[in-house]
């Protein structure tokens, strides 16, 4: 027990070490001045149903997003396949395509590997001079993230991991490429390991700059010279999405069939306003899964919402649901199994978002 305290206050210590001063330094003026704002979005179907409630709780694929330490509690290999249509009804269909796994590589270490990618769709060309769209064509932006991720198991009772992401942004003609580590724990106590406590920082790392030809344009000298020269913007750097969340858990084991657990999760954002998640999970043998979370932040409930209220900076309502199909494929405790997964997420413009998933754990 004083070793695995041990490791907790290190955890800690590391943590708030990776963190920097503007990580904290968080208040609506700053909405919007941070860009590579995906980091934020949860693509995995499971995790998403009941909102970041799970941070402490969370395993598998989905905890390269939710808290990369539970990824340590991959058996031998672990698949996930998810599909977000994000927004619907936005007008350009946005979809966002998730593919990750993890392998175990060591008695106590796991190694993971996910790519994240958004379709955002053709956006019609205008410049000052042409204004009115469809008269020069279109362009699509590119958005991915690449994460490869490490977690350890120190004991039974905790483990930790970090998460390196590759960001990269791109249109035709400019983009930008960054760099962001996370950084999580995970400590199960109890007598049924029941009790389960997590901290999680994300998104720590240098600023971002885009460059390209989109920055640049072609002037004339003088009104009366046809001679022109290639003038270049400046363009300002910005910073990513810090986020710290504390989450905490508990299951109540009814006989062996069943399991409810009791989550809860608060999010320091430096860019937008704290959040607070509340989250039931019910599972039946550990088969039918049934989730559902609400997302509490400074604003959210007033009238309108994000449409007419200043205070709101989310688009997101709050509320969130969601569950899964797993099916043993195997008559072994921790054999093969097949997981379908499906989340909604709800809105107060448009039609809520919506993810479907499916997993392979071995």
Request: hydrophobic share 40%; proline share 3%.
């Amino acid at each position: 027990m004083k070793k695995s305290f041990r490791y907790i206050v290190l955890s800690f210590v590391v943590l708030m070490g990776l963190s920097t001063p503007q990580a904290f330094a968080g208040n609506k003026d700053r909405s919007g001045q941070a860009g590579a704002a995906e980091l934020l979005i949860n693509p995995w179907a499971a995790s998403s149903g009941w909102g970041n409630a799970g941070m402490s709780f969370v395993h598998g694929v989905d905890a390269i997003y939710g808290n990369v330490a539970g990824i340590s509690s991959c058996n031998t290999l672990d698949v996930n396949f998810s599909h977000t249509s994000w927004l619907v009804g936005i007008g350009n269909d946005t979809r966002i395509s998730s593919f990750g796994f993890l392998a175990r590589v060591g008695e106590s270490s796991v190694l993971g590997l996910s790519f994240m990618s958004f379709s955002i769709g053709e956006i019609p060309i205008t410049t000052t001079q042409n204004p009115d769209p469809g008269t020069l064509g279109t362009f699509k932006p590119n958005l991915m993230n690449i994460n490869l991720s490490f977690a350890k198991a120190f004991s039974n009772s905790i483990s930790g991991g970090f998460n390196l992401k590759i960001i990269s942004e791109s249109i035709k003609d400019m983009g930008g490429v960054g760099v962001a580590l996370d950084a999580g724990i995970q400590y199960v106590t109890g007598p049924f390991d029941n009790i389960h406590f997590g901290v999680t920082l994300k998104n720590i790392g240098p600023t971002m700059k885009f460059s390209g030809d989109g920055i640049s344009l072609r002037v004339f000298m003088d009104n009366n010279s046809n001679q022109q020269f290639t003038m270049v913007q400046r363009v300002d750097d910005f910073e990513l999405p810090t986020q710290l969340s504390i989450a905490a858990a508990y299951d109540f084991l009814f006989a062996e069939t069943n399991r409810l657990t009791v989550a809860g999760n608060f999010s320091s954002n430096s860019f937008t306003n704290d959040q607070f998640t509340l989250g039931l999970e019910y599972g039946w043998r550990e088969i039918l899964l049934i989730r559902a979370g609400y997302t509490y932040e400074n604003g959210i409930w007033t009238k309108g919402g994000v449409v007419d209220s200043n205070d709101c900076m989310n688009i997101n309502r709050g509320l969130s649901a969601g569950l899964s199909v797993q099916v043993p494929l195997s008559k072994k405790e921790n054999g093969m199994k097949l997981a379908v997964d499906y989340s909604y997420r709800d809105t107060y413009v448009f039609n809520g978002t919506h993810s479907v998933g499916a997993r392979i754990i071995f």
